[in-house]
């Protein structure tokens, strides 16, 4: 449906969760995530997370946000739960801008890699230990953190798919 993406707002506190029963993103092998975002303002003190399954302080599995200050995209993958710890990062190649679409592909490669790409730009990197798997939901807009709303997104989400194999462009 043309016209129809999620609005998400600091302001508001919108977000949207899905229920872990259908099991969204198996961590033993290949998947994507593809989804389109339209930024309206840039926060440069918080990451502006676009979705994910991480808490607050532990237990954080997977993270596709906006990073602060530099405004790229970043695919951030937690091997032992913890932010402080050990990471399987891959960060898009230039800033984003306010005011534009842009099409956000995540993945993991079996166990070896983890990239993503913006509007068909792609980074990746290369890692050799396993992901951590949480039992938090999966979240659209933010992260579970506690009630606090710091690190929403500011802006649209449309057309968000979850495969558990790799997408390649045609």
């Given at each position: 449906i043309r016209n129809q993406a999620n609005t998400f707002s600091i302001a508001e506190t919108?977000?949207?969760?899905?229920?872990?029963?259908?099991?969204?993103?198996?961590?033993?092998?290949?998947?994507?995530?593809?989804?389109?975002?339209?930024?309206?303002?840039?926060?440069?003190?918080?990451?502006?997370v676009i979705l994910g399954k991480?808490?607050?302080t532990s237990n954080k599995e997977y993270l596709l946000y906006v990073s602060a200050g530099l405004d790229q995209v970043v695919f951030d993958l937690s091997t032992n739960g913890s932010a402080a710890g050990t990471r399987a990062v891959a960060a898009s190649n230039g800033a984003l801008l306010t005011g534009s679409w842009y099409n956000i592909v995540a993945w993991q490669s079996g166990?070896?890699?983890?990239?993503?790409s913006v509007n068909l730009?792609?980074?990746s990197t290369a890692y050799t230990i396993a992901v951590n798997t949480s039992n938090n939901q999966f979240i659209?807009?933010?992260?579970?953190?506690?009630?606090s709303s710091a690190h929403m997104l500011e802006g649209r989400v449309d057309e968000t798919g979850i495969w558990t194999r790799m997408i390649t462009p045609a």
């Amino acid at each position: 449906i043309r016209n129809q993406a999620n609005t998400f707002s600091i302001a508001e506190t919108n977000i949207l969760y899905v229920n872990n029963t259908i099991g969204v993103v198996a961590h033993t092998g290949n998947f994507t995530i593809s989804t389109w975002i339209y930024i309206n303002s840039l926060n440069g003190a918080q990451n502006q997370v676009i979705l994910g399954k991480a808490g607050a302080t532990s237990n954080k599995e997977y993270l596709l946000y906006v990073s602060a200050g530099l405004d790229q995209v970043v695919f951030d993958l937690s091997t032992n739960g913890s932010a402080a710890g050990t990471r399987a990062v891959a960060a898009s190649n230039g800033a984003l801008l306010t005011g534009s679409w842009y099409n956000i592909v995540a993945w993991q490669s079996g166990n070896n890699a983890v990239g993503v790409s913006v509007n068909l730009s792609a980074n990746s990197t290369a890692y050799t230990i396993a992901v951590n798997t949480s039992n938090n939901q999966f979240i659209i807009a933010d992260q579970d953190t506690g009630g606090s709303s710091a690190h929403m997104l500011e802006g649209r989400v449309d057309e968000t798919g979850i495969w558990t194999r790799m997408i390649t462009p045609a």
